[in-house]
Structure formats: structure tokens, C-alpha cells
């Protein structure tokens, strides 16, 4: 009994936030890129969870809920990018999407590549690092002057 109430438990929570992430990621304003790397933590992730499953018991349930982690792990790598309440970024420390929000943010500063503009952003939780196209450059920046001009 305690096993199907635990399992009930870890089900409802990724299923709840692979939700929460998909449904940020709706509301973004601007999508950041996903850098390789990003990519590469994701799908280790979702391998990871694959060979737990088999290791763990080789049954249904056990791919069920791997099934629902890595759905989890992968919403919140694809979520990353500018939402109207802040900025969604997935934390390399944390499976969890975080959002740092426009009142939070310290400094903001873009750096253009060739192929792709780097939005570096300080926040609570430190110096983090987004990907975004070329093209999409000034509407980042229009974004950022109409939610938190003080950064710009």
C-alpha cells in the first residue's frame, strides 16, 4: 500500500510540473535557443531515468514514472526564454524551471554573436546565460525596455 502511495505522489509531482513548465512556456514572450550542452544534461537525464526504470524492477510503472520525470526534465529545458513576469531559465543545480522575476533582476546586458545574441542576466541566484537568434534581437530588447527599463 505505501509503495502505490508514494509512487501516486511522484506521478502527481511530475505530471504537475511537466504542466506548470509547458504552460510557461506558452506565455513566453521570446524562446531561448537550447544550447548543446542543455541538450546533453536533458537527454543523460532521460537515459539515466531509462536505466533506473530497468535496474528497479523492469516493470510498467517503472517506465510509467520514468516516462513522467523525463517528460518533467525535458519541459523545463525547453521552457527557457522570456515570459512577461521575468525570465524563465532552467538552472543547471535543479531539475525545477525558475523564473527570475523583472524585480529581481540586477543587470541585464546582450552580446551579439555572429549566428546568436547572448542575454546575460544577474539575478538572486547568481550570473546566468541565454541563447537567442540573431533576428530576434530587438524584440529582446523592446521587451526588456517595456517590463524593466531600468536594465537597458
Known sequence: MSDVFIFLILLLGFVAGASKNIQRSQQRLQKAEIPFFRKLEAGAAVVLL?????????????????????????SGAIA????????????????????????????VSLEEKEEKVLLYFKGKR????QEYPKAAVGEVRQVIKKKAPRLL
Do not use: D, Q
Not at 532552467?90 to 524585480?103: A, P
Not at 547568481?126 to 546565460?129: I, T, V, W
Open 50 to 74: 531509462a536505466m533506473v526504470a530497468i535496474l528497479g524492477g523492469n516493470h510498467g510503472v517503472h517506465y510509467m514514472l520514468a516516462l513522467m520525470a523525463g517528460a518533467f526534465v525535458i
Open 80 to 107: 527557457a526564454g522570456i515570459h512577461p513576469e521575468g525570465i524563465l531559465y532552467f538552472h543547471g543545480t535543479s531539475v525545477l524551471l525558475r523564473i527570475e522575476k523583472w524585480e529581481e533582476i540586477k543587470e
Open 126 to 129: 547568481g550570473l546566468c546565460c
